[in-house]
């Protein structure tokens, strides 16, 4: 398994490639702002063939590069249907007039890409020969998700903005609630084993065993 992360240029958002290894087809999660250029490297360095972009979730630090993407690959988006309108209209998730500059840049404007699909919770996805598990994980914004990918001998969640090393995502953006958050915590994330390695949006690698030990917003549930 090849899974390469790096931080976008804003808000040090994790972009993902991952693939079944060097030469395969891939898939690619949260492309951000400024993500493209190292992509392109990533994926001619190990020559991938990429096939999917997938989204944690609507947030603008997650899927600015988007469109590029997909359009530059001719490949499909995939986002839960609750935050499918972020695509193109980030300003209503960020409680922002529409319009208004993103990024300090004025005059930005966004569009879906051509092929959008949408994802429900226990959604069994499987791009480029793997076999990714949704699971719905509202919260930070109605829409989000985890994906949970077998590994070798281990599991990988990719967490988005839901769970961090030592923090989870922030509930007070449109769309977020703590309550939901807090059932997402305990009915999702908290049944996984120990072991299951946790690649977040932001932040370095977790477990599961050592959150549930020390996260302090994971210890009461």
């Known amino acids: 398994m090849l899974i390469q992360g790096f931080p976008a240029q804003v808000a040090g958002t994790n972009c993902f ?34 096939v999917a972009v997938v989204l944690t ?3 603008l630090d997650h899927t600015f590069s988007v469109l590029p993407v997909c ?4 490949v ?19 409680g922002l007039p529409y319009g208004a ?9 966004f569009a879906e890409p051509d092929d959008v699909r949408e994802l429900a919770d226990k959604d069994g996805l499987t791009l480029a020969g793997m076999s990714f598990t949704v699971r719905h994980t509202p919260g930070h914004t ?19 903005d839901v769970l961090f090393a ?7 953006l449109p769309g977020g609630s703590m309550t939901d958050m807090t059932r ?13 390695i946790v690649l977040p949006g932001h932040g370095g690698q977790t477990t599961i065993g050592h959150e549930r030990l020390t996260n302090p917003f994971l210890k009461d549930l």
């Open 17 to 50: 490639v991952v693939a079944s290894g060097p030469g395969e087809q891939c898939v690619i999660i949260d492309p951000g702002a400024g993500v493209t250029g190292q992509l392109d490297e990533i994926v001619a360095e190990h020559r991938l063939h990429p």
């Open 57 to 59: 979730h609507g947030h």
């Open 71 to 74: 359009q530059a690959r001719d």
């Open 76 to 94: 499909p988006a995939y986002i839960h249907s609750s935050d499918r309108s972020a695509l193109a209209d980030p300003w209503t998730g960020l």
């Open 101 to 109: 500059p993103l990024f300090g840049v004025p005059g930005l404007t």
């Open 142 to 160: 109605a829409g989000s998700v985890v994906f949970a990918l077998p590994a070798d001998d281990q599991q990988v969640l990719f967490a988005g």
């Open 166 to 172: 030592g923090s989870i995502g922030r509930t007070d």
């Open 184 to 196: 997402s915590l305990r009915e999702v994330i908290l049944p996984m084993d120990d072991e299951v």
